[in-house]
């Protein structure tokens, strides 16, 4: 079954220091990955998807097949990006258009 | 475009009772979710639908029950709440676009059952 793991509940950095948020996947296939964000009192958005392969606001995530992770990355944290992250992929190959989440890492950047 | 909505924000119910989440989309998506988000168990797949008319379980459907009359619209039904169903509910729908599109959340509502 398709599975995706978030081992870290919470996570705290400093202002400018590096960030990696962790997934990991289990999946049958070539997975479609995506990262969402949910920011204080503001609904779950999309952040990136490995598909497109970009950055957004800072944030890089690559898939590495060969350790099934698809870990989330900023190299200088702002405060802004205190949020929910959760890591997600799809499914199921017969309902490709279902997402499993993981259990989400709350990040806090401190000042 | 109001994107998703959700009505209402806010309930708090006593065991036993029953009530009805409206989810509302503007962007003519033809699927529809919705989740349950718990803490420290991320978001549930409750019900989906991929087209008006149709539904389809999900991870945690019992105690739940869905309709899709309308495109726009994807009704959660709880009819005797339970504690455990104490949550906050999201509602979703994304494009018929791909092997797998980019959803869209609506506000949520958080739901107390006392």
């Known amino acids: 079954a398709q599975r995706v793991t978030q081992p870290e509940k919470l996570l705290s950095v400093f202002k400018g220091a590096p960030v990696e948020l962790k997934c990991n996947y289990s999946y049958s296939g070539s997975p479609e990955l995506f990262w969402y964000v949910q920011y204080s009192r503001q609904r779950l958005q999309l952040l990136l998807r490995?598909?497109s392969r970009e950055s957004i606001k800072g944030f890089t995530a690559d898939l590495n097949k060969g350790e099934t992770s698809f870990h989330l990355k900023k190299p200088f944290a702002q405060e802004e990006d205190s949020a929910m992250y959760y890591c997600a992929l799809p499914a199921g190959s017969g309902s490709a258009r279902q997402l499993t989440f993981g259990s989400g890492t709350q990040l806090t950047v401190l000042p | 475009n109001a994107g998703v909505t959700q009505t209402p924000k806010f309930r708090v119910l006593k065991t036993g009772q029953s009530m009805t989440l409206l989810c509302a989309q503007d962007?003519?998506?033809?699927?529809m979710y919705w989740y349950r988000q718990d803490p420290g168990m991320g978001l549930r797949l409750i019900h989906y639908?991929?087209?008006?008319?149709?539904?389809a379980k999900g991870e945690v459907p019992d105690g739940y029950n869905v309709s899709r009359l309308k495109k726009q619209n994807f009704l959660l039904g709880l009819e005797s709440a339970a504690p455990s169903q104490t949550s906050v509910y999201f509602c979703?729908?994304?494009?018929?676009?791909?092997?797998?599109?980019?959803?869209?959340f609506g506000p949520g509502t958080r739901l107390t059952v006392l």
């Open positions: 979703a729908s994304s494009n018929f676009a791909g092997v797998v599109s980019r959803q869209f």
């Open positions: 962007m003519n998506h033809e699927y």
């Open positions: 639908s991929v087209g008006e008319g149709t539904t």
């Open positions: 490995h598909i």
